[in-house]
């Protein structure tokens, strides 16, 4: 099917997917990402790709094979999809696919004895969500868990960030904070945060135990009273005159700490 201006109801619900007004889609842009979400198994609902795309040798291909499982496949103009596009440039193609499980229960469901979590505490960058599940999946962590006022994972923005990390890392979205907390607890899984004033160093703990790290706001960090609700706190030795790293950052140097003495 090809879209014109005139008959538009697809890209107006792509619209409305981009920008978080309808939650049970998620939107994905960009070839490479597209084909992460057919091999991660996604329910893809729309494919829509521009007629320049389609013409390319290397990119047919794959819009062969998402348009095989698409329930709906729209060709646009290059204008048209720059209307839908969440990137300055547009990259071409655009699909719809139905949003992963992210509760408590996929987490539990796929939970193993030695479960290495991150939670991400109110982090509000969708930018930093993606790039620790994308390095929380590269470091071998297992699951997830994103509390309420931290950015959706599945945003537009977090998905390019994480590059296919989201639809295969197990997430639980949206949890009370405190209720995570006690379901890690409930499970023997040693909490632990992250804070400057820590007398332990994040390469003198044992990450070789059922592990969560925890990892507050960008700006603020975990406040006295959440860390306190932690099994125990590290830092990241650090010089001259830094006072603290981005958080995704710091998730990365920890998570690799955490896989290197799992590798052991």
């Not at 059922?210 to 975990?222: D, F, K, Q």
Request: hydrophobic share 40%; aromatic share 4%.
């Amino acid at each position: 099917m090809q879209i014109t201006s005139r008959d538009n109801s697809l890209l107006r619900q792509a619209r409305a997917v981009r920008d978080g007004k309808e939650d049970e889609y998620v939107f994905i842009e960009g070839l490479r990402l597209c084909v992460e979400a057919l091999r991660s198994n996604l329910e893809i609902e729309a494919v829509i790709a521009s007629e320049e795309l389609i013409h390319k040798p290397q990119a047919s291909e794959s819009f062969a094979e998402l348009s095989k499982t698409a329930r709906r496949v729209a060709t646009v103009s290059e204008k048209l999809l720059e209307s839908i596009s969440y990137t300055k440039t547009p990259q071409g193609i655009v699909v719809l696919a139905r949003r992963p499980e992210a509760s408590q229960q996929r987490l539990e469901e796929s939970l193993t004895n030695n479960a290495l979590l991150v939670v991400l505490h109110q982090i509000n960058n969708p930018v930093n969500v993606g790039a620790i599940l994308r390095t929380a999946e590269a470091a071998g962590a297992t699951g997830i868990i994103t509390t309420k006022h931290t950015s959706d994972p599945f945003s537009p923005k977090s998905l390019r960030g994480a590059m296919g990390s989201a639809f295969r890392v197990p997430v639980w979205r949206d949890a009370v904070f405190d209720e995570a907390i006690e379901w890690c607890r409930a499970r023997e899984i040693n909490l632990v945060g992250t804070a400057a004033y820590s007398n332990t160093r994040h390469t003198d703990l044992d990450w070789t135990r059922p592990s969560a790290l925890v990892l507050g706001p960008e700006s603020t960090g975990l406040t006295d009273v959440e860390l306190k609700t932690t099994d125990q706190t590290v830092k990241i030795p650090m010089q001259g005159e830094v006072e603290s790293l981005n958080v995704s950052v710091a998730a990365g140097i920890i998570l690799y700490e955490a896989a290197r003495q799992r590798a052991l």
